[in-house]
């Protein structure tokens, strides 16, 4: 399996990364700040900022969405592989 460092971020293939450091400084808000208006523990957001959350919580990122006033995809965003081959049209009806 490759693995690509990406902003001190350990990116494995096809991903889902969180967007949160952007979506906090756009808002000039710290961890702590989204803490407490969501009630959602610094330290977890401190993961979910790094990426470094292996089982996001449904219940949490919907916390993140509605404290920040986004939407999932202004949260998340999906890192193909770029090495794995496209499956065509006529392989995908078989």
Request: hydrophobic share 40%; with cysteine; glycine share 6%.
């Amino acid at each position: 399996m490759y693995c690509t460092l990406v902003a001190d971020a350990l990116i494995l293939p096809s991903v889902i990364l969180f967007r949160l450091d952007k979506l906090l400084k756009a808002k000039g808000w710290s961890d702590y700040r989204l803490a407490q208006e969501s009630g959602v523990d610094a330290a977890v957001i401190g993961k979910y900022r790094k990426n470094e959350k292996k089982e996001p919580s449904l219940y949490v990122i919907n916390l993140l969405c509605a404290t920040l006033g986004c939407d999932v995809g202004d949260l998340m965003e999906y890192v193909p592989d770029k090495s794995k081959p496209k499956l065509s049209a006529r392989s995908k009806k078989r």
